[in-house]
């Protein structure tokens, strides 16, 4: 039984390109890139966390304030 097996790969602006050849710089920059856009969706999310928060709290602020 044969059992095929697709090289891991990454698609950048539309062209796909198989990790096994990119070179240690690329991989290097890939890593950094991945790296940061998953800060950034973390950042995005405490984003929104806090703006709830400081809706939150302006809105038991202005309640205490005319109450």
């Known amino acids: 039984q044969l059992a095929i097996t697709k090289m891991p790969s990454i698609t950048i602006d539309g062209k796909e390109y198989d990790l096994d050849d990119l070179n240690e710089d690329a991989k290097a920059n890939l890593a950094s890139l991945q790296f940061t856009q998953g800060e950034l969706k973390r950042l995005q999310a405490q984003t929104a966390v806090l703006k ?3 809706a939150a709290y302006s809105k038991a602020l ?6």
């Open 52 to 54: 709830t928060a400081e």
């Open 62 to 67: 202005n309640q205490q304030l005319e109450g």
